[in-house]
């Protein structure tokens, strides 16, 4: 969309991935095959060299900037091109929008008939300035990390052997647990999404969506089953991270991987995941899942009936779900400590009456394993 409010090329609803947005947007940028706008002659061979500018239309976070810019600049690596400057800022604004925009300079070719040079323009680009629309930029090109296997040093994904299996005391009941939850989270997305319309940026009712599609996919492709719930569990959080966004979609994989290290654990011990199996691997989860958030109740968070529902559940499903579902609840009363909540006015937040989402989500997927009726908004 244009600075003055033209009309773009396309709207999408609901908002992609930002992976999924920069793709769409990078390739459109790059394709040479569209008479009406294919003025720039891209190689897409492997030898274009390019400067990328970011640019802040106005309102976007430095956080969100940092993670469209390193978004950007993986891809181009990802295909074939060389960055040899990236240059982000706000330098273009519409006011405050919320949005960005993507620049690519091609670089001239060595030996260009055109007799420009690509080390003479980026010794211009390089140049020091006062001016002061012009930002900073790093003087030379961005550096790839090596991509590091995410479960070395970290507890946050954990691989699981294909070898060590476990099933569930009854697989088919274990599947139709999972597809009604995945089910009440559809259903229940237009009130979660009201809610965070009011106590958060939202997005939390399409983001939980989002991911309930993912598993009822995973279930229809044959990929969850009750016969191994260790790879079925690890399925769900692969799921989880790839279909959900945000901090929720974060500290769902986190949790469900933790999972999945603690039934493999229990494995040898176990002839099948009992109560008491999912009572105990869960605890040891959620004592993972808080080295990496700050959040304890009560927090106004997703947190607090997750800590609820796993501290009663070795005294039954039932219970711990009627404990999740009271701790959503009682989120309405609380000041928001942690998440999008707490950047709300908390006595408009009080006003409205509303549980926080996230929580009131968690209570909804619980309801939906147990098959009992779910929070009431």
């Known amino acids: 969309m244009g600075i003055h409010n033209e009309p773009g090329n396309q709207r999408l609803k609901p908002l992609p991935q930002l992976s999924k947005l920069i793709d769409q947007m990078l390739t459109m940028l790059m394709s040479t095959t569209d008479k009406e706008r294919s003025f720039v002659p891209f190689q897409n061979d492997g030898t274009d060299e390019v400067v990328l500018m970011v640019n802040n239309l106005g309102a976007v976070s430095e956080l969100e900037m940092g993670a469209i810019v390193g978004e950007s600049v993986s891809w181009l690596n990802n295909h074939k091109f060389k960055t040899r400057r990236v240059l982000v ?155 959900m966004g945000g901090t929720s979609g974060a500290l769902y994989s986190i949790f469900l991987s933790a999972l999945a290290k603690g039934l493999k654990d229990v494995a040898s011990s176990s002839n099948a995941a009992d109560l008491a199996v999912w009572a105990k691997t869960s605890a040891s989860a959620l004592n993972t899942l808080q080295k990496y958030t700050r959040a304890r109740p009560p927090s106004r968070t997703l947190i607090d009936p997750l800590t609820a529902f796993v501290e009663a559940l070795p005294n039954g499903l039932r219970g711990a779900v009627d404990a999740a579902k009271q701790a959503a609840e009682d989120t309405k009363k609380l000041a928001a400590k942690a998440g999008r909540a707490a950047y709300v006015n908390q006595e408009d937040l009080t006003k409205a009456n509303v549980p926080d989402p996230g929580a009131f989500g968690v209570a909804v997927i619980v309801a939906g394993l147990a098959g009992v009726e779910g929070p009431k908004a």
Request: hydrophobic content about 40%; charged content about 25%; some cysteine.
């Open 89 to 243: 800022g706000t330098y273009m604004t519409s006011l405050n929008m919320p949005g960005f925009s993507l620049t690519l300079l091609l670089l001239p070719r060595p030996n260009s008939a055109d007799g420009l040079n690509a080390a003479k323009l980026l010794e211009l680009l390089d140049e020091p300035t006062e001016a002061p629309g012009w930002k900073w930029h790093a003087r030379s090109e961005p550096s790839f990390a090596e991509e590091l296997d995410a479960s070395t040093g970290s507890e946050a994904k954990l691989r699981t052997d294909s070898s060590v299996s476990l099933r569930a005391e009854d697989p088919k009941a274990f599947v139709e647990a999972l597809t009604r939850a995945a089910e009440e989270v559809i259903a229940s997305e237009p009130e979660i999404t009201r809610q965070d319309q009011i106590a958060g940026d939202g997005d939390a009712g399409l983001t939980l969506k989002a991911g309930a599609e993912g598993v009822l996919k995973a279930i229809s492709d044959g990929r969850l089953s009750g016969d191994n719930v260790i790879s079925c569990v690890m399925t769900l959080a692969e799921v989880v991270d790839e279909r």
